[in-house]
T-cell receptor
Framework: EAQVTQNPRYLITVTGKKLTVTCSQN?????MSWYRQDPGLGLRQIYY???????DKGDVPEGYKVSRKEKRNFPLILESPSPNQTSLYFC????????????FGPGTRLTVT | QQQVKQSPQSLIVQKGGISIINCAYE??????FPWYQQFPGKGPALLIA?????SEKKEGRFTISFNKSAKQFSLHIMDSQPGDSATYFC????????????FGKGTKLTVNP
């Protein structure tokens, strides 16, 4: 089954404690992205990657890091989480080219206290 | 600066009615306009998308109307059903050379039986 998986699905942590949210896709997609979703703000892109070792900033990259060492994986790293990073996070992937359908993961709900 | 403005924030429609959600964009370099549907607890899913070289695209009960000169596009859901109750997001991107995707803030649609 074609899918994007994220782990963990739920995470409660404390300010300053480094964490990683993993994302993996089994569709051999070149493009992957991370979004955060907040009430009243919709979805905002954090980072995206158009190929292995190629990443670029989205609209809200501050406080986040990503890496793309393998095509299938695109982890999101919060080096020093803060309460304003409490949010619902989605990973997505798609094929390149015009009209490539984007697939979203199930989401990771992060709470930083 | 919000690049894609979506309205209304919420919409209540009777079963069998027409649901209309509107979006306006500012950046004329956008060349791909997808709509996503999101059910509670799930990631967004691509519903339908359009490019600026066509004025309308229809898939089943879902139609996108696109007005390039006004920089507006809208989603019409014909014969709305209770199962269509979800949050809908419009988005815009420049797929030619970037994976940046900008979302509207979303419309919560409720279809009453």
């Amino acid at each position: 089954e074609a899918q994007v998986t994220q782990n963990p699905r739920y995470l409660i942590t404390v300010t300053g404690k480094k964490l990683t949210v993993t994302c993996s896709q089994n569709m051999n997609h070149e493009y992957m992205s991370w979004y955060r979703q907040d009430p009243g703000l919709g979805l905002r892109q954090i980072y995206y990657s158009m190929n292995v070792e190629v990443t670029d900033k989205g609209d809200v990259p501050e406080g986040y890091k990503v890496s793309r060492k393998e095509k299938r994986n695109f982890p999101l790293i919060l080096e020093s989480p803060s309460p304003n990073q409490t949010s619902l996070y989605f990973c997505a992937s798609r094929d390149p080219g015009q009209g490539g359908k984007q697939y979203f993961g199930p989401g990771t709900r992060l709470t930083v206290t | 600066q919000q690049q894609v403005k979506q309205s209304p924030q919420s919409l209540i429609v009777q079963k069998g009615g027409i649901s209309i959600i509107n979006c306006a964009y500012e950046n004329t370099a956008f060349d791909y306009f997808p709509w996503y549907q999101q059910f509670p607890g799930k990631g967004p899913a691509l519903l339908i998308a359009i490019r600026p070289d066509v004025s309308e695209k229809k898939e089943g009960r879902f139609t996108i109307s696109f007005n390039k000169s006004a920089k507006q596009f809208s989603l019409h859901i014909m014969d709305s059903q209770p199962g269509d109750s979800a949050t809908y997001f419009c988005a815009a991107s420049m797929q030619g050379g970037s994976e940046k995707l900008v979302f509207g803030k979303g419309t919560k649609l409720t279809v009453n039986p």
